[in-house]
């Protein structure tokens, strides 16, 4: 259902080119192309549907959804796609529903720093007070834009194109990706364990900020933690949270899931009691081997669900070997997390 719709001219965007592209992008990120001729291109994707047809001698744009986050979401990314090619074309895109100028966007909220607590597992529990109406089991990661020490937060506004503008230079954010490890709609509370990295941006701004702050969360988006088996499952420390939460919302689910911590702390992660799932701790100096396993099992997951994050090219190399031997990209979530 698509309750959200907009469309723009692409001026001085070939209907050609910009076909070629989304074809290749379609190929890159495993998206769904709908219809291809030469009427049109339509592109699925997670967030809705984006639509290519010619106009004239240039291009028109269409894209539909079912939430106004998602369709902020999916604006960003084609404004981004044309002006990483075609920066004027960019900046003279004008959507038919209008944009609130100088707004922020619908799909980032400002919340407020409730909570905060040490896990006796190298985690740090912080809890967000704010509008979570949005999150659920179909998307479950999330960004926070995290000031620079000592800098007055900026936050992102619509620009005239539709287009988020984020802040730049002293005043740019820090955007680290998190799961949302506990959701409460009823009290607007959003719950996320992160994971101690010494030194880290995101963990000194969690041991020194003050309660009721105010931090920036985008999206949520990403990959769901609803899923059918059996699944093979590899994730390192970072991924320990979404593991938690594939746990508690597939009760049924069978498999094995491969978990690779960074030091013995991590072990203890809090994870829910599963029946049908065998959880196997591997030792720190298994840790480098984690990409190798998952590819080893990429051909008994065939006929299961792959599921993998941990380190970029551990997870390049994870996806690639997935795609040689045919395995559907709506049965696998291969992702990087760091």
């Keep these: 259902m698509s309750d959200h719709t907009a469309q723009t001219e692409l001026p001085g965007v ?59 979401t999916l604006k960003d990314s084609l404004v981004d796609q044309i002006g990483s090619v075609m920066p004027d074309a960019a900046q003279a895109i004008r959507w038919s529903d209008g944009v609130r100028q100088g707004a922020l966007p619908d799909n980032a909220r400002l919340m407020t720093v409730q909570h905060r607590e040490m896990l006796d597992c190298g985690f740090m529990r912080v809890t967000l007070a704010g509008d979570v109406a949005r999150f659920s089991d179909s998307a479950i ?11 007055t937060p900026q936050w992102p506004r619509i620009g005239e194109n539709g287009a988020t503008v984020w802040p730049k230079g002293e005043h740019k954010l820090h955007l680290p990706v998190y799961t949302a490890r506990r959701v409460d709609r009823e009290n607007g509370l959003l719950v996320f364990d992160l994971f101690i990295h010494e030194g880290g941006r995101t963990t000194d701004w969690a041991r020194s900020v003050e309660l009721g702050t105010q931090i920036l969360v985008t999206g949520p988006g990403g990959g769901g933690c609803t899923i ?20 508690e919302a597939n009760p049924d689910l069978t498999g094995r899931i491969m978990l690779y911590p960074s030091h013995v702390d991590a072990a203890h992660y809090p994870f829910p009691k599963h029946k049908g799932l065998e959880v196997v701790i591997a030792s720190e100096a298994a840790r480098p081997t984690m990409g190798q396993a998952a590819c080893d099992a990429v051909s008994s997951a065939a006929d299961g669900f792959l599921w993998f994050a941990g380190q ?27």
């Design 14 to 72: 070939t209907f050609a080119a910009l076909r070629q592209a989304t074809l290749a992008e379609a190929a890159e990120h495993d998206l769904h192309v709908e219809q291809d001729g030469a009427q049109g291109i339509v592109l699925g994707t997670y967030y809705g549907r984006i639509a290519f047809a010619p106009s004239g001698a240039n291009c028109k744009a269409e894209i539909s959804t079912a939430r106004a986050d998602f369709l902020q």
């Design 141 to 151: 990661h999330f960004r926070l834009g995290i000031a620079q020490p000592g800098k």
């Design 228 to 247: 059918t088996g059996p699944v093979f499952g590899f994730a390192d420390d970072t991924a320990f949270p979404a593991i938690a939460r594939i746990m």
């Design 312 to 338: 970029k090219a551990m997870a390049t190399q994870v996806r690639k070997t997935w795609k040689e031997h045919g395995g559907a990209a709506e049965r696998s979530y291969i992702s990087a997390f760091w």
